[in-house]
């Protein structure tokens, strides 16, 4: 039986590989990796409350934008250098649900001690959902967690010189 959405956001937290076994093969999970994507992305969002509207929608719309590139070249990265099987739905389901620790970015607003958290916070989070992605890619392309770990590291890479070259991305 499928876990909740909120289970599933715990469990890819918890970097439960169960869960990332079921969102994969769980076609259902699209919608909610999308909502998992777009609540980060609010997360995103409201942390940078102090840019602006204008800021804001930048947060969030290259949350948005990013994830789903970044899928997409992780996943070409993974199973064309590193003979993964997946699909970009797959990948995308996983990693969707492995942004899930992001959402504690929200602490940051918290007043005087948000950001004395927030900088101690980004670090351990950074490193959360690194790991959780991985794990994520690992499941999603069934491959090595070496391998997992060079296509999204690649596949970030590619995405960060896809933002340089082509502005407004």
């Known amino acids: 039986m499928a876990r909740s959405f909120t289970d599933r956001?715990?469990?890819?937290?918890?970097l439960d590989v169960a869960t990332f076994e079921e969102v994969e093969h769980d076609q259902?999970?699209?919608?909610?990796?999308?909502?998992?994507?777009?609540?980060?992305?609010?997360?995103?969002?409201?942390?940078?409350?102090?840019?602006?509207?204008i800021g804001m929608a930048r947060a969030a719309g290259?949350?948005?934008?990013?994830?789903?590139?970044?899928?997409?070249i992780t996943w070409f990265i993974g199973t064309r250098l590193f003979s993964g099987t997946a699909t970009v739905g797959e990948v995308f389901r996983t990693v969707g649900?492995?942004?899930?620790?992001?959402?504690?970015?929200?602490?940051?607003?918290?007043?005087?001690?948000?950001?004395?958290?927030?900088?101690?916070?980004?670090?351990?989070?950074l490193f959360w959902v690194l790991a959780s992605v991985v794990i994520g890619v690992r499941q999603s392309l069934d491959?090595?967690?070496?391998?997992?770990?060079?296509?999204?590291?690649?596949?970030?890479?590619?995405?960060?010189?896809?933002?340089?070259?082509?502005p407004g991305l």
């Open 143 to 166: 491959i090595s967690t070496g391998k997992a770990v060079l296509s999204a590291l690649l596949g970030a890479v590619a995405y960060a010189l896809l933002v340089a070259i082509v």
């Open 97 to 125: 649900f492995a942004l899930s620790p992001q959402i504690l970015v929200l602490i940051t607003i918290l007043p005087i001690i948000g950001g004395l958290i927030g900088f101690f916070l980004a670090p351990v989070l």
């Open 62 to 72: 290259s949350q948005l934008i990013g994830v789903g590139l970044w899928c997409a």
């Open 28 to 53: 259902s999970a699209t919608m909610q990796a999308a909502g998992v994507v777009a609540l980060v992305a609010a997360a995103q969002a409201v942390a940078t409350f102090g840019a602006g509207p």
């Open 9 to 14: 956001m715990i469990g890819a937290a918890t």
